[in-house]
């Protein structure tokens, strides 16, 4: 069971969450992804919750709720996609030579 929460502060902390989506139930893990290059919170998370029952009482008393200054976003996570969209993972070249001489 895993939510995502959008339109995070950028001042947020994973103890932050933690403390907040306990109040629903039992937080497994947060994700609190940082850019690269400057470190900072790059406003999003992914928390795993301990039961969907959980999870849906987080998503129903924080979807929208004003915290830290912003109005959350919080829904069920999609499932990450094999091949990352149009990038990687295909196959590439194809079919035979183009160098057999003529």
Request: no cysteine; glycine share 20%; net charge negative.
């Amino acid at each position: 069971m895993t939510l995502y929460v959008g339109n995070l502060s950028y001042e947020v902390e994973e103890s932050n969450l933690k403390e907040i989506f306990a109040e629903y139930g039992t937080v497994k893990s947060v994700q609190l992804p940082k850019d690269r290059e400057s470190g900072q919170v790059r406003g999003f998370a992914f928390i795993e919750m301990g039961t969907e029952a959980e999870e849906s009482a987080a998503i129903e008393a924080l979807d929208t709720a004003e915290w830290m200054g912003r109005n959350l976003k919080v829904n069920k996570a999609k499932p990450k996609t094999e091949g990352g969209g149009s990038f990687g993972g295909g196959r590439r070249g194809g079919g035979g030579g183009g160098y057999g001489g003529r």
